[in-house]
């Protein structure tokens, strides 16, 4: 053999697990060489298995700049890697550690409840509360032809007394549900006012089914049949008529302040009524010249009156704003606890301590010239309970 081959057949058997691409490598000789000599040398009878803890005779050899370079791209891959991996593996802790909590309070939703029994008891003691019934802007006379305003609305004498018809019954209807709960021996009846049109604008006189004086009578009728009908069906010990004249029924075209009562048709047409009950002592009958009429039930004051006193000019916040300081201001004259408006044609509770009356009349021409919304002929009735005040809040429908 010659010294080189002595050499790789020594190295060989010091260093066994080296392999043939390095061993070629190292003692600069071709692969198959080293592959074979690789072989001859361990398996020779010579040959003993160095021991472990034998240090390899192998020298050090320098590593170039692209093996050095390729090294450190290896490392720095296995980083990363390696961090991702514990991303991985730190979200799929957060998620076992949810569904653990989930798993215990599925657990817990299991476990057994203690439920006390609620005995029932029959109440012994019943609340009383009184009845707010209002009727207003039904604008009897006037004509309401669905041809001008798309089919959304037909109105005429004859439907008129049919929706008022309906209406009545329908209020008497919600208060007997009501006295299911409550004792209701009175009611409160408001006439807030606009039963007629009237000829405040010239078209008016063109287009009204009937004149002022006519229409009156017309209104008159209408509200002595209700009243009548409270009388007959409706079990009351009492009944107090609230009356507002509103803006419509007056004699001139411009209204009146401190003289309005005195040139309205309906408030002429109230002290009528008036004078009609004047020997019922179930009847009482609140006719103010001004524009309000304050009630006092229980602990509580009412104030009525028509609502066309309050101004806005159709902003955002609709009719709201205005309402809450007018309120504010009339407060400061009398204070009232809860207020009833009509006027606007639009059922609601416009604050916490104002129910704004609908209309009978419904959705008219003038109403799509403003832009407002079609709202069902509605009037509206809340009760005032003797404990917790304005309670229930209901909308009467005239259909």
Known sequence: MSKKNIELWDYIQKNPDVMPKRLSEIFNVTKEAAKSARHRALNSKDYKEPEKNNQSSLPKVEKTDTEQMLEDLAVRRLRAELKESKKRYDKLLEHYEDSEKRFDTLLGIKEPLDIQQIEYIESLETSEAIPVIGLSDWHFEERVDSATINGLNDYNPTIATTRWTKCIQNSLKLIHKERNNVNINECILWLGGDFITGYIHEELEETNYMSPTQATRFAKERIISAI???????????ITIVCNYGNHGR????????????????????????????????????????????????????RFWHGDTIKYGGGIGGLTIPLIKAIQRYDQQIHADYNFIGHFHQYFQATKNCIVNGSGIGFNAYAQSIGASPEEPT?????????????????????
């Not at 009548?228 to 009492?238: A, E, S, T």
């Open 228 to 238: 009548n009908f409270y009388l007959q069906h409706g079990k009351f010990q009492k």
């Open 251 to 302: 004699i001139f075209k411009r209204p009146r302040i401190s003289s309005g009562y005195k040139n309205s048709y309906e408030w002429m047409m109230y002290k009528d009524i008036q004078d009609l009950y004047s020997t019922n002592e179930k009847i009482k009958f609140i006719v103010p010249d001004g524009l309000f009429a304050y009630v006092n039930i229980f602990d509580k004051t009412l």
């Open 379 to 399: 009037q509206s009735l809340c009760l005032i309970d003797k404990k917790y005040g304005l309670t229930i809040k209901a909308p009467i429908f005239c259909k």
